[in-house]
């Protein structure tokens, strides 16, 4: 019902339209879910390193437990816990996504720059491919490294 195309001017005045597919409502809400996302993930994390036997580990959980964001994501640099990969990597994509969401460009492909499907968007709020520049994308990965990172 939502995403069809524009019905032209329906009240709603919007002077720039850059997420195409999406309106503000949609933006808003992809939004309010990627930041509950980001704080479960921070918080999965950290209990996870709670859980190590790692000193600095444990520094680190105790170092992040009020930290936003970006400095979160920079003291886990120094981490490689195979249990938190997919998490920090998730994590990662959704500060970037909220990111792009602030400046305008949300919604749009990292690689090719062409509009991100809004259904894509729904199920992967924090998609910063289209489908088949991610396809790409992890074909290469997988093949060169076998991991990630
Ligand atoms: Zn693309």
Known sequence: MMLGPST?????????VLEPGL????????????????????EEIRQTLL????????????AV???EDDSFADLMVD???????????????????????????YGMCEVCDKPIDPKRLEITPHALRCIDCQTVFERTHFQKTGHTL
Do not use: F, N, P, W
């Not at 032209?8 to 720039?16: E, I, P, V």
């Not at 859980?51 to 105790?62: H, N, T, V």
């Open 8 to 16: 032209g001017t329906d009240g709603l005045k919007m002077t720039k």
């Open 51 to 62: 859980k190590s036997d790692s000193e600095q580990y444990l520094q680190i959980a105790d």
């Open 23 to 42: 309106d503000a409502r949609q933006l808003d809400s992809l939004r309010t879910a990627m930041e509950a996302r980001s704080r479960q993930l921070r």
């Open 65 to 67: 437990r009020d930290l």
């Open 79 to 105: 981490v490689s816990l195979a249990e938190i990969d997919r998490d920090l990597e998730e994590l990662r994509a959704i500060d970037a996504a909220l990111l792009r969401l602030g400046e305008g460009s």
